[in-house]
């Protein structure tokens, strides 16, 4: 009887070391796991985004303002301006009550330096509005749904700047050597590969587009030249309606509807992931905020300087298709160096 009470004992012993032993294990496990969770960011990031303001699709792009409400609105409180230009083009000249901020600063300033709900409408500005649709771009998917970028930049705000920008650069020198063939979109393939090592869609969101203000704009954009020249090393995108498209294209370019084409059951899985994407619209500015939606998807997109207003201006001037007009150039007043 003792000897099977002892071996009782033991037993219960054993079962009980087990049962913890198997806990142990079992923790580590999910320890393990954790540690080795991997989630893809891109598909976090595209849902994220379609299900919150889908602002690239949305009837809020491209988010532009005038030159006339920016120039009424000069003194008033509930607008705020940031010029995103060197600081020495902004000591020279600026709009009276801008600040000057450079554009990898922009996340840090939105997100602890104001409130941004202070303001009904905050204006970024540039020389010629391509930056500032790229930077706007950015915040409008951070969430910031107050801020515009001033169309067409200084371009139409002061004669001098306008010439230095818009008016040596708009051209009609490739209309004579436009495609007219319908090209067909890419089969749908791979995604980008976003690695931020986060989880968090919002901090992923903000991480990314920290990073694509940090290369800048400039890095983003190509001229006519070099897309003229080799352009089967490119991916073009037109982004326009079909009726412009069927007007005369880039060779090679493929049309993307504004507000339909990019999006996961439409056509942005259409867009490679082993080459460049150029994109271009009419003027550069609508272009820069579907570079911006993209580049911070991971894939690999540039504009195209000037848009279309670059290389076939004088069709978009005969179909008033968003052309940029030297008669709409303004002599609205400046402070700075240059104006003491």
Known sequence: MRLKTHTLFLSIIFVV?????????????????????QINEFETLINYLENNNNYINSDMFPSLI?????????????????????????SLEHIE???????????????SKINYLDYEKII???FSGQNASYATGVLRLLGY???????????????????????????????????YNNYKKAQKGKQPKIN???????????ARAEQVLNNGY?????????????????????????????????????QYTPKKSLLKNTYLYTLPTDKTIVVYGSTGLDEAFVV????????????????????????????????YLKENVHNYPLVGYLNQ
């Open 17 to 37: 070391a087990l049962f913890q032993n198997c806990n142990t294990v079992t923790e580590n496990s999910i320890v393990k796991t954790k540690d080795t969770i």
């Open 292 to 323: 911006a939606f993209l580049n911070i998807l991971g894939y690999k997109a540039k504009g195209l300087i000037y848009g279309a207003n670059g290389f076939m201006h004088s069709i978009l001037v005969k179909n008033n298709w968003n052309p």
């Open 196 to 206: 931020t090592g986060l989880t968090n869609p919002k901090e992923i969101l903000k």
């Open 218 to 254: 400039k890095n983003y954009l190509v001229n006519m030249t070099e897309v003229y020249l080799n352009g089967s090393a490119y991916y073009i995108v037109n982004y326009w309606d079909k009726d412009k498209y069927n007007a005369g294209h880039l060779v090679g370019a493929i």
């Open 66 to 90: 005038s030159t006339k409400e920016v120039l009424e609105n000069i003194g008033n409180n509930k607008y705020l301006i940031l010029d995103l230009r060197e600081k020495e083009a902004f």
């Open 97 to 111: 009550g801008s600040k000057n901020i450079k554009m990898n600063e922009l996340v840090q300033y939105f997100d």
């Open 145 to 179: 749904n107050n801020v515009y970028a001033l169309q067409f930049g200084l371009g139409y705000w002061n004669t001098e700047i306008a010439y230095s920008v818009w008016g040596k650069n708009i051209s009609s020198d490739y209309k004579n050597v436009l495609d």
């Open 124 to 126: 970024l500005i540039c």
